[in-house]
């Protein structure tokens, strides 16, 4: 049974921080590449950042710079450090874990989000 657990969200205000994290249990985590997105109201679901099995990251242009994604093999976790926070980042931010390696291939997990409003 795969879960993917999101924690962490809440209200900021603008300019502050958030660590957002995501527990995932059922998957060969190292095997699966991890990445965050978000869907403010009335708006599609994006892609805010990614980071493969081999370390390697990618951010949307919107918030590079602000934001940095990580992964612990060890603790089957992967972070959004949010920094810097803007209105514009408020949105429910969603884990994400797709296989990369081998049998993994083709499978796509999702957690069921966290609410973060950036708010004065």
């Known amino acids: 049974q795969v879960q993917l657990v999101e924690s962490g969200g809440g209200l900021v205000q603008p300019g502050g921080s958030l660590r957002l994290s995501c527990a995932a249990s059922g998957i060969f985590f190292r095997f699966y590449g991890m990445g965050w997105y978000r869907q403010a109201p009335g708006k599609q679901r994006e892609l805010v950042a990614t980071v493969g099995s081999s370390g390697n990251t990618n951010y949307v242009d919107s918030v590079k710079g602000r934001f940095t994604i990580s992964r612990d093999n060890a603790q089957n976790t992967v972070t959004l450090q949010m920094d810097s926070l803007k209105p514009e980042d408020t949105a429910v931010y969603y884990c994400?874990?797709?296989?990369?390696?081998?049998?993994?291939?083709?499978?796509?997990?999702w957690g069921r989000g966290t609410q973060v409003t950036v708010s004065s």
């Open positions: 994400n874990a797709v296989g990369a390696i081998g049998v993994t291939l083709g499978r796509n997990y």
